[in-house]
């Protein structure tokens, strides 16, 4: 069974607005991280933003936001001010505890932004 | 500051062919890994390095696949009679002190298609 699951294979939005890409995990770890990476054509995997299973608070970082529930298993991250650069792919991953610290990785979502 | 570094970018191997691929971490980081990617999926995480130490190696897909770290800080996996299903994008990632749920920065990746 897929550990990480990204639903939307490619996801379509207009410069300015807001995106939510979807993601959701599977763990019986009670510990564990989030992790979503942008990755741009060049190929390089850019870290965005990060989500203990602990925190009690969504994080947040400039424009991104990452919506976690916890009870659904979901960490989805939000793009908020959608700019041409955005455009790129976008993988959920996830650390358990347990595992030495080997991510997890999703399939990824192709994000496209529109002018 | 400098980032995680990795040469070459590009590399073709003829069916056979041993590879080296290099990877330099962020300076004065512990923790190095290495995650293959083929082409439309996420990362695959390979093996894992506190500084020389390999601590987990669970994930080189066959003996043909070998890692080193031998002072702690450059890191070369070496691919013995390369296949055409090593093709891939070799991805490295370093982070600082080695805790769990650390965030992994990565370099760019080196593309390798074997002919």
């Known amino acids: 069974a897929q550990k990480i699951t990204q639903t939307q294979p490619g996801m379509f939005v207009q410069e300015k607005e807001a995106v939510t890409l979807d993601c959701t995990y599977d763990?019986?770890?009670?510990?564990?991280?989030l992790f979503w990476y942008k990755q741009p054509s060049s190929g390089e995997m850019i870290f965005l933003i990060y989500?203990?299973?602990?925190d009690e608070q969504n994080a947040t970082e400039g424009r991104y936001s990452l919506n976690f529930q916890k009870a659904r298993k979901s960490a989805n991250l939000v793009i908020s001010a959608s700019q041409l650069g955005d455009s790129a792919m976008y993988f959920c991953?996830?650390?358990?505890?347990?595992?030495?610290?080997?991510?997890?990785w999703g399939l990824g979502t192709s994000l496209a932004v529109n002018p | 500051g400098a980032g995680v570094s990795q040469s070459p970018r590009y590399k073709v191997a003829k069916r056979g062919q041993d590879v080296a691929l290099r990877c330099d971490p962020i300076?004065?980081?512990?923790?190095l890994f290495w995650y293959q990617q083929a082409l439309g999926q996420g990362p695959e995480f390979l093996t894992y390095?506190?500084?020389?130490?390999?601590?987990?190696k669970s994930g080189l897909p066959s003996d043909r696949f070998f890692a080193e770290r031998p002072e702690g800080s450059v890191s070369t996996l070496k691919i013995q009679r390369t296949q055409q299903e090593d093709s891939a994008v070799y991805l490295c990632?370093?982070?600082?002190?080695?805790?769990?749920?650390?965030?992994?920065?990565f370099g760019p990746g080196t593309r390798l298609l074997v002919l």
């Open positions: 989500q203990g299973s602990y």
């Open positions: 991953a996830m650390e358990e505890a347990g595992n030495n610290r080997k991510l997890i």
């Open positions: 990632a370093s982070s600082l002190v080695g805790e769990h749920q650390e965030t992994q920065y």
């Open positions: 300076s004065g980081h512990v923790s």
């Open positions: 390095f506190q500084n020389e130490a390999q601590l987990d």
């Open positions: 763990t019986s770890d009670q510990s564990y991280g």
